[in-house]
């Protein structure tokens, strides 16, 4: 009946499971997403029944209900063989089954699971009748949040340290605080910075898990960004003896060489990994990135560099961009990526085309959209010859974040811009009052201040350039 129907329904929003945690079929390429789960599959035995829970909730966003209970099944196979009588490590696949038979309108047997899991949570603590808090569902929430991607990033790190306050020496959430640790940090903060948040999780987490070798090159690029290079290829080298053909280790192998600068050793080992996952995206972007590596040496090692193999270094590394992002279609550094290497062939057109899709792609850090925007005004600078483009995109960038290498660059750039028209005599009150701007953003705020009463003179009317100019000289 109807009825039963809708208390069902409020059952099911009380499960913790992926489809309560609010998991946007947006933020992925769910092709995408299932390729790289059949990997895991063939290759990680550990997580296994984390990983088809996550299958079967993705089999369901592409209609596949009957393939998302195939999933589940094995899910729940392995919790018997592997971990008989423990309740808690089949709870989110229980509450998966009750969605997906909800939505394939079989709701005796979801009700069924739904009573499983009320049942088993009164077994586990007497006075929860849902809401239980078990690190295990923690730690695959978290596992979960970093699938989805970037703007995950920070509940996964939440939720890895969830986990972790209930067993602290776990060596999973442990491994997958470092990790969701190690992601954030690569995507919010600076790379300049001396600390490192994700070095002493990294750390912990190896020490626990001396056998995870993917793990163990993470904190090899720890050490390697923060100068520790020889320290960090003694990991790798260690990790190469243990684990030689396995792609989730040799992709950051590769990532530390061409770092490094050895070129020719990271495009052996990404096409070693490339001929056991040959769908990576992961390894199709770093293929890229070590073409364009060599491009880069090869412009700078010689002054007339064959032609033919520049072309040929343009053509490969074009290639492999434009594979990511067909399939990552919101990783916004390869676009930007992408853009740049279309600059490098001369192809305007496209590069154009490339920097507009940009605009398409919402919730991006501010670090990469500073970094776009600081691309985009050199690319009407320099290639498009448009002045007044390139000045919006770099006064675009400094409005984002004023204190990073990026936001320094558009700031010379731009005084030097203004400082020549201004010379050049310029009478437009729009140029005073940029230059003004960006004086103020150095803190040098009597050039500023000189700056904005130029610019009041020649449009006296103006409510913004009167409101700066009164902030500014109450600010000395």
């Known amino acids: 009946s109807s009825i039963s129907k809708i208390s069902l329904k ?55 209900n009957e393939e998302a209970l195939r999933s589940l099944k094995e899910a729940e196979e392995i919790a018997k063989r592997n971990y008989p009588g423990e309740i808690a490590k089949s709870l989110v696949t229980w509450g998966n089954y009750a969605w997906i038979y909800y939505y394939m309108e079989r709701y005796e047997e979801a009700q069924s699971y739904v009573n499983k899991v009320v049942n088993s949570c009164k077994k586990l603590s007497s006075t929860a009748q849902w809401k239980i808090q078990l690190p295990e569902i923690d730690a695959e929430k978290g596992w979960a949040f970093l699938k989805f991607g970037v703007n995950y990033y920070k509940r996964a790190k939440d939720c890895f340290e969830n986990a972790l306050k209930g067993e602290p020496n776990n060596p999973e959430f442990n491994a997958g605080y470092a990790i ?73 192998a590769a990532k530390f060489y061409r770092r490094k600068g050895d070129v020719d050793k990271a495009l052996e080992i990404v096409k070693k990994a490339l001929e ?38 343009i053509q490969h590394s074009i290639f492999h961009f434009k594979i990511v992002t067909d399939k990552r279609p919101k990783l916004f550094v390869a676009h930007t990526d992408l853009a740049k290497m279309y600059v490098e062939a001369k192809r305007y057109d496209e590069a154009k085309a490339t920097f507009q899709k940009m605009f398409q792609i919402n919730n991006i850090p501010d670090v990469d959209k500073q970094r776009f925007y600081y691309h985009y005004g050199n690319f009407h600078h320099f290639q498009m010859k448009s002045e007044s483009e390139a000045i919006q995109c770099y006064i675009e960038a400094l409005k984002i974040e004023n204190y990073s290498d990026i936001a320094n660059k558009c700031r010379t750039i731009l005084k030097k811009l203004f400082e020549r028209r201004i010379q050049g005599g310029s009478r437009n009150a729009t140029d005073f009052a940029t230059l003004g701007f960006i004086y103020n953003l150095n803190g040098e705020k009597h050039e500023a201040i000189e700056c904005y009463e130029k610019a009041v003179k020649l449009c006296p009317n103006n409510e913004e350039y009167l409101s700066a100019l009164c902030e500014l000289q109450l600010s000395i």
């Not at 990135?289 to 033919?308: M, V």
Request: hydrophobic letters at 35%.
């Open 180 to 252: 969701a640790m190690h992601r954030l940090e690569d995507c919010f903060h600076r790379r300049c910075e001396d600390v490192s948040l994700s070095f002493e999780p990294l750390k912990r987490a190896v020490e626990l898990n001396p056998g995870d070798t993917p793990l163990v090159a993470l904190l090899a690029l720890k050490l390697q960004d923060l100068k520790q290079v020889d320290e960090g290829e003694r990991y790798i080298e260690e990790a190469m003896q243990k684990t030689p053909d396995f792609p989730y280790f040799l992709r950051y």
């Open 10 to 64: 409020q059952s099911l929003l009380q499960l913790q499971c992926h489809f309560t945690w609010n998991l946007q079929r947006e933020d992925v390429n769910l092709e995408d997403l299932e390729e790289t789960i059949g990997d895991q599959i063939k290759f990680f035995t550990k997580y296994n029944i984390t990983i088809y829970n996550l299958l079967s909730y993705v089999c369901h966003l592409k209609d596949a």
């Open 276 to 313: 056991v996952t040959p769908n990576s995206v992961f390894l199709h972007h770093q293929l890229a990135l070590c073409y364009r590596a060599k491009l880069f040496q090869l412009n700078k090692s010689t002054r007339y560099p064959p032609q033919d193999q520049v072309e040929e270094l």
